[in-house]
């Protein structure tokens, strides 16, 4: 089946927030940001940008609720702390919001922010997120952040979280191993690069309510979150999500949205906010930079005794996601080796002035994955045994509870995907290395990963589905499609579940007040929670309807069938009832009942899907350059619902990994300024740095989920980092253990290698 919207994007249709734009006198906000790393504003005059033709106000601190609140886009509870504000006096990065200008057009608020005259008192900035804890400059010092859970917040030493989990004795284990490595890895931070960038727009409706239409990843969440920054509650709020144009993640924050709330708020006046291309870079969110101290011990025989790991999450000026972060660093990483007898991972999470870490793609997992699987890939090299043995030997298999995992394994493909990855990779035959000509190595390299699918114990969604009088269907749900294609998957469950097809179902997602409450696109729950609400809901609604046909036919429900537009006797189809029918009935006179179903689907598990990545690369010794020639990524995602969207996520998600292994990363100047603000200067690979990409599916059915169904969005980038750092070493004899392996860092690598020798 293809994109139920693909034709609506490629031929242009106004289906953008920017496209929606109705009114005629709609405010143009921009936003005056910090040019200092970490500063108090001493004064700040507005009198001369105000008298700007055009300018119809202009807001500083004094103007704007003091309250704070988080800009994460995660179910309330949400384990983040509360330490934003709209404008505050401290600006905690170069780019932290100063002022915000409401103007006619753009002209006029760019003329105004120039004349905004502001004194500031410059501090020492925290940029090294090694020093962050007890350094003499505190970034929060206040005493009004809300947490709403306790994960040991302590703002006056700069530390945002703390986090450990593990099992079994450590140190014991380590006393009996035959070979102990330790190793330090560091992954950095990654911008988004999402074609869209963030932008929202609002007005007052009718009711008088602010209505704000954003491209947003969770309408309810960024609902919740704008309300409270500016101090109403969220039934004065409506939000809609349209289309969206990319996100990964970095749009699961509010950032444009409650200005514009605001704005909206104060001027009685529709208003709009659009983040340039280098605000999108430099006031947004990226990914979390992440250093890790890693121990591993094991036999000789490569079977693992114990690991442990520390880590230090770098959550920039804001806490937002951070605390979850770390988390997931492990809790999405290690059950996977749930067989080694002792783990232990310690983590926190601190403060620096830099841009603010948010969600992207893989949160935390990914950064996790790449230290582990890099030690364990090590590991079979100092043990000279080939990876994917010492995997096999210490993965966990389907029927596997206890320990550090919350619920038992039902499905997990890992025998297969690796054999067949080795298949499609020609491991045997290219392992570990060949020379191709003097300056020249062919290598291979591989990793494994395991994900979740949503949140457990956290995340829920309802959905309402209704036949309309003509006898087809409606969904309605307040998830997001990314571009992933989520609606299209949403719909094919639809259509499944009432033996109908796609052609005959409606979707319509993203509205606070149409749509009934969904988490949204995040942590790759949409096709595993949002389904099984879809499925519940269907099964409802089919009961009623064969209920409805039993009053009509005279016949039992039990020997009714539900067709594609028709109820059918089991063993006589020329008995039959059609739905137009029945739909029609279903609004008319007294006691009619309309035909439609709502169902809350609330998790109690994450399913985990695997993935093995296998790459062929081609290392040139003379420059260090790295190409990748060949990418195997085999798959366990249970069900594959749509294999042309499930291909295309995998294509994507190796992509982004294949960046962050080589290309990607978000620079800053020695005074905290972000260098990397635009793609003239952020490395992102095309499609000519990423070579070929080869997808297969190995699915082991999930009971749990919808049609056998587990989650996909983010497992997939996880092994691109891992797996190249382990071709380079076959290749050269070196490890790179800092992101991004850059041909300098490979070069540098091998020289150091070459005078040792020497």
């Known amino acids: 089946m293809k ?11 106004p289906i953008y927030t920017d496209d929606l734009i109705f009114h005629q006198d709609t405010l143009t906000i921009k936003l005056l940001r910090s040019p200092h790393a970490f500063a108090k504003i001493k004064s700040i005059d507005i009198e001369k940008a105000k008298k700007v033709e055009g300018v119809l106000d202009i807001y500083t601190y004094r103007d704007v609720p003091q309250i704070r609140y988080s800009e994460s886009g995660e179910s309330y509870p949400d384990p983040t702390p509360y330490d934003r504000m709209l404008l505050e006096p401290t600006l905690r990065y170069v780019g932290d919001e100063v002022a915000i200008i409401a103007a006619d057009d753009e002209l006029s608020a760019k003329k105004a ?99 704000v239409i954003s491209s947003n990843q969770s309408a309810y969440h960024m609902r919740r979150q704008s309300a409270r920054a500016i101090g109403l509650p969220v039934s004065k709020l409506r939000f809609i999500k349209p289309r969206i144009g990319g996100g990964f993640g970095g749009k699961n924050v509010a950032l444009a949205e409650p200005y514009v709330a605001f704005v909206t708020w104060k001027t009685k006046r529709p208003s709009k906010l659009v983040y340039t291309r280098q605000e999108t870079f430099a006031a947004s969110t990226s990914r979390h930079q992440m250093k890790f101290d890693m121990k591993i011990g094991s036999d000789k025989n490569g079977n693992i005794k114990a690991i442990d790991i520390k880590s230090i999450n770098n959550t920039g000026a804001y806490g937002a996601n951070g605390v979850v972060v770390t988390m997931e660093a492990a809790q999405n990483v290690l059950p996977i080796y749930n067989k080694v007898p002792a783990i232990r991972y ?9 841009l603010s870490a948010g969600p992207l793609r893989g949160y935390g997992a990914t950064q996790g994955t790449f230290v582990t699987d890099s030690i364990i890939n090590e590991l079979a090299n100092e043990l000279k045994m080939d990876p994917t043995e ?62 979740g699918s949503g949140i457990a114990n956290i995340d829920s969604a309802a959905v309402t589905l209704r036949m309309v009088e003509d006898g087809t269907y409606i ?16 719909a094919q469950i639809t259509a499944k579940s009432l033996n109908t097809t796609m052609d005959k179902v409606t979707i319509y997602s993203g509205d606070t007040d149409a749509c009934p409450y969904d988490t949204g696109a995040y942590a790759s729950c949409t096709t595993y929670l949002t389904g099984n609400a879809i499925v519940r809901a269907s099964k409802e609604l089919r009961d009623k309807i064969l209920k409805k046909a039993e009053k009509k036919l005279n016949i039992p429900s039990l020997f009714l069938e539900l067709q594609e537009d028709r109820v059918c006797h089991i063993e006589d189809e020329s008995i039959y009832v059609l739905l137009r029918t029945l739909g029609e009935e279903s609004v008319v006179g007294p006691g009619s009942e309309v035909l439609m179903a709502n169902a809350t689907y609330g998790m109690t598990e994450s399913p985990r899907p695997f993935i093995v990545g296998f790459v062929e690369i081609e290392l040139d010794k003379s420059t260090g350059e790295v190409k990748v020639i060949n990418y195997v990524a085999v798959v366990d995602c249970g069900t594959v619902i749509n294999p042309n969207l499930a291909r295309i996520q995998v294509e994507g998600g190796i992509t982004q990994g294949i960046g962050l292994a080589l290309y990607e990363e978000v620079k800053y100047s020695d005074t905290g300024k972000l260098l990397t603000d635009s793609f003239l200067r952020y490395n992102v690979p095309s499609k000519k740095d990423i070579g070929n990409i080869i997808v297969d599916f190995q699915s082991d059915y999930e009971p749990t989920g919808p049609f056998g169904a587990k989650s996909i969005g983010e497992v997939v980038i996880h092994t691109p980092s891992p797996a190249i750092a382990n071709a380079i070493y076959n290749a050269a004899g070196v490890y790179i253990r800092e992101l991004p392996m850059t041909s300098e860092k490979i070069y540098m690598a091998m020289k150091r290698l070459r005078e040792e020798k020497s």
């Open 3 to 13: 994109k139920i919207d693909s034709e609506a994007i490629l031929s242009g249709q």
């Open 346 to 354: 310690k983590g926190k999470t601190v403060y620096t002035n830099v």
């Open 390 to 451: 010492v995997k096999l030997k210490n993965t966990i298999r389907k029927g596997a509870k206890g320990g550090i995992l919350k619920s038992s394994i039902k499905s997990l493909n890992i025998e297969k995907c690796i054999e067949r990855g080795k298949k499609l990779i020609g491991w045997n035959e290219k392992y570990p290395r060949k020379e191709i000509s003097t300056n020249k190595i062919r290598s291979v390299g591989m990793s494994i990963a395991i994900h």
């Open 475 to 490: 969904l309605l749900t307040g998830s997001s499609d990314l571009g992933t294609g989520s609606d299209t998957v949403l």
């Open 113 to 211: 922010m120039k004349l905004i005259e502001v004194e500031y008192e410059v501090l020492e900035p925290v940029l090294d997120l090694t020093k962050a804890e007890g350094h003499s400059s505190i970034l929060h010092p206040e005493d009004d952040i809300f947490c709403p859970f306790d994960f040991g917040f302590h703002g006056k030493k700069n530390i945002v979280s703390r986090f450990q989990m593990g099992k079994g004795d450590v140190e014991k284990e380590f006393n009996d191993c035959d070979v102990i490595m330790e190793r330090s890895y560091q992954t950095q931070a990654q911008a988004h690069c999402m074609m869209e960038t963030h932008r929202a727009y609002g007005y007052i409706d009718s009711n008088g309510r602010i209505v």
